[in-house]
């Protein structure tokens, strides 16, 4: 346990300094090395992010769906779970951003991410053209958080920009000027 735990360290490590060949380096001789490890879910995890910070979103969801189907009782699952959104939204998958988004909303009722998820759904939706709908998730976003000032300023920016792009240019003004 200690071993693995100092590799977990030397990869976070690498992957913090930007080192990311090293990371996923360190990350795979863990998975190799030591398969039923307390951490594999967590090496997992870290895995994905490395890729999304390279921009293989591809992989990214690969690592990220591993965690989630290969370690139902993950502490790590909201976690996972976001992730793979965000790297189905960086690769401007946006309506399979919005089912993960959707899923992460019904399921992980507690997590701190909720904020974050449901910015990203409105904004999933807003890239495709569900203005509408968009709408409703900001100002859910800006009444539920309204104690985030700058979440809810963002939600707020975009409810107005769905009007304009809708048409609603006396809305979408009226909605500019009050921020």
């Known amino acids: 346990i200690f071993k693995v ?3 977990c360290q030397i990869g976070d490590a690498y992957q913090d300094s930007g080192e990311f060949d090293k990371a996923v380096e360190t990350y795979d001789t863990i998975l190799r090395e030591y398969p039923d490890s307390f951490y594999t879910d967590y090496v997992q995890y ?3 992010l490395v890729q999304i910070k390279t921009q293989n979103y591809d992989g990214a969801i690969v690592s ?3 965690v989630k189907n290969n370690f139902p009782n993950s ?3 909201d976690e996972a779970d976001y992730a793979l959104g965000l790297a189905y939204f960086q690769k401007q998958d946006y309506p399979s951003a919005r089912k993960i988004f959707e899923v992460f909303l019904q399921t992980f009722k507690d ?3 909720r904020p974050q998820v449901m910015y990203l759904l409105g904004t999933s939706l807003y890239n495709m053209t569900k203005y509408p709908e968009a709408i409703d998730v900001f100002k ?3 009444r539920l958080y309204s104690q985030d000032a700058q979440l809810a300023q963002k939600a707020e920016f ?3 920009d769905c009007y304009y792009q809708m048409g609603n240019e006396k809305e979408a003004l009226a909605r500019f000027n009050s921020l």
């Open 5 to 7: 735990s100092a590799l």
């Open 158 to 160: 975009e409810i107005a």
């Open 140 to 142: 859910n976003v800006s």
């Open 46 to 48: 870290q895995l994905g």
């Open 111 to 113: 997590s701190s991410l």
């Open 75 to 77: 502490k790590m699952l």
């Open 64 to 66: 990220f769906s591993s």
